[in-house]
């Protein structure tokens, strides 16, 4: 289901997750990378976003998959600073990026559709973050609402112009 | 393990998606809690129709939206798995006798035919029994794709249109199997005969054997007639690999 339900950022439920994503861990033998998920509302919080993120990754020693284009509709829609957010996270531990496109329902609104071309916000955003780490792969997200495929290609060029120029190497990007 | 209190806050927000009503939540946006009813309601209801386009299309988008969103309010899902949802539909709907409210007598059936294409695709495979391509039809054992259901319907609703197969109630029987290979699903219609030596094949019963029952239930003496018959049916199960081959007892 790819409309996720917000977890409460609260402390009993840091270890809740942690806990089942230790337990996959154990069965694989091998670290999964967590994604940050775009939310519309929180539900009864009790520490920030970004320290819920850091908190899990921490307690369960797991990796992080970023999803830019999430902290761009998170930081839009609870007015935040996208830049700090990222600042703010172990991107030592970042195994994986993922980009998308979104969509603004409401003046104050974007849901994170994976229906639309990626935004130049989000290029820039993208290309802020990558020079900040270490080459790890890149996928575009698009569930619906097809371009066509040279629009497609024409997104993933961009990506892949971004990263080579960031990381002075040729990194996969897929969609 | 979570607190009471956070598990609470869950259920609040869950309970409002499913029904739109509910208790406020802490710290919540109130006026952006509806995109998330809008947005679980479309997985739900596109994985519905995606589950049973012919379901969807003969009972029309009204029929279908409010069995949809009845279904998202009343019922508690278990499985975890979103593929299994369309099956607690139909169980929903079957238990809940809309078939009957809405006089759709044949609901249930055409929901079960289209879940069942599901189910077989999705299934996890299963260890065939060996078998050699070349034997005795009326002497060896003969080994069966354990990839199959065999469903009873009461109504045709795998041959005819629904408003004539809702004239036509009686006993159906489709042999529903997933062909090795392809993994493509395949269906048959079978008549009760059919399905009764199918069955008996299925358990592992000798042709001999099939024949006395055949001869002992259907008051049937002609046995050249019931071998013909079988060696037919059998060989077009064969070709549809719903049959695999033969265990050789001959030799």
Redesign the interface.
């Known amino acids: 289901?790819?409309?996720l339900?917000?977890i409460?950022f609260?402390e009993?439920?840091v270890?809740?997750v942690a806990e089942r994503i230790r337990q996959v861990q154990d069965f694989l033998e091998r670290k999964m990378a967590i994604e940050n998920v775009s939310y519309?509302?929180?539900?009864?919080?009790e520490m920030t976003e970004q320290e819920f993120v850091n908190k899990i990754v921490d307690e369960a020693g797991c990796n992080l998959l970023l999803d830019v284009n999430n902290v761009y509709v998170n930081a839009f829609n609870h007015h935040y600073d996208a830049k700090e957010f990222i600042t703010g996270l172990p991107l030592d531990k970042v195994a994986y990026i993922h980009m998308a496109g979104h969509e603004q329902?409401e003046e104050d609104?974007i849901?994170d559709t994976h229906g639309e071309p990626i935004i130049d916000p989000v290029y820039e955003l993208f290309e802020w973050t990558i020079e900040r780490m270490d080459p790890v792969p890149v996928l575009l997200e698009r569930d619906y609402n097809f371009s066509e495929l040279r629009a497609l290609q024409a997104e993933l060029a961009k990506l892949k112009n971004i990263t080579t120029k960031a990381w002075g190497i040729k990194q996969h990007v897929n969609i | 393990?979570?607190?009471s209190?956070?598990i609470k806050?869950?259920e609040s927000?869950?309970n409002y998606?499913r029904t739109g009503k509910g208790n406020k939540?802490?710290?919540?946006?109130?006026k952006?809690?509806h995109?998330?009813r809008r947005?679980?309601f479309?997985?739900v209801k596109n994985t519905l129709s995606q589950a049973y386009p012919i379901s969807e299309k003969v009972l029309g988008n009204e029929v279908w939206h409010n069995l949809a969103d009845t279904f998202f309010r009343y019922h508690n899902c278990q499985a975890p798995q979103?593929w299994k949802l369309p099956f607690e539909f139909y169980e929903y709907i079957s238990k809940n006798n809309f078939a009957q409210k809405l006089k759709l007598p044949w609901l249930n059936d055409l929901l079960f035919f289209e879940w069942i294409e599901i189910e077989m695709h999705t299934m996890p495979d299963e260890k065939q029994d060996d078998f050699t391509e070349k034997g005795n039809l009326f002497k060896d054992l003969l080994i069966v794709n354990k990839e199959y259901r065999l469903i009873n319907l009461k109504y045709p609703v795998h041959i005819l249109p629904v408003n004539e197969a809702g004239r036509k109630k009686g006993e159906y029987y489709v042999l529903v199997f997933r062909e090795p290979g392809t993994g493509r699903v395949k269906f048959i219609n079978l008549s009760v005969l059919n399905a009764i030596i199918f069955e008996s094949l299925a358990n592992k019963t000798f042709i001999e054997k099939i024949i006395s029952d055949i001869k002992a239930s259907f008051h049937m003496q002609d046995e050249t007639r019931i071998k013909n018959h079988i060696s037919g049916f059998i060989n077009d199960l064969m070709a549809q690999k719903a049959i695999l081959g033969y265990r050789n007892i001959s030799n």
């Open positions: 289901m790819y409309d339900l917000p409460p609260r009993d439920a270890y809740h519309y509302t929180p539900v009864a919080p329902v609104l849901i | 393990m979570l607190t209190e956070t806050y869950q927000l869950a998606c939540i802490a710290g919540a946006i109130e952006r809690l995109h998330y947005l679980v479309n997985v979103l």
